[in-house]
């Protein structure tokens, strides 16, 4: 059997929004805002981020 390897965090915000049934597009607007967030911060994950990153200004 092969190792299941966990989900990315893109794939894991998906079903968290199908889970609550959110509409497509709200799933869309939220996967889009993340993505910008991400790239933003050099493409970190945001699992490695402080405090300093996610500090609202």
Known sequence: M?????KKLLD?????L???H???RTE???VAWIKR???FHDKRHPAEMGAPEMAVV
Request: hydrophobic share 30%.
């Open 37 to 39: 967030y991400i790239f």
């Open 18 to 20: 199908r889970l609550k």
């Open 22 to 24: 959110y509409s497509i």
């Open 2 to 6: 092969e190792e299941q390897r966990p």
């Open 28 to 30: 869309q607007a939220y």
């Open 12 to 16: 894991q915000v998906h079903d968290a």
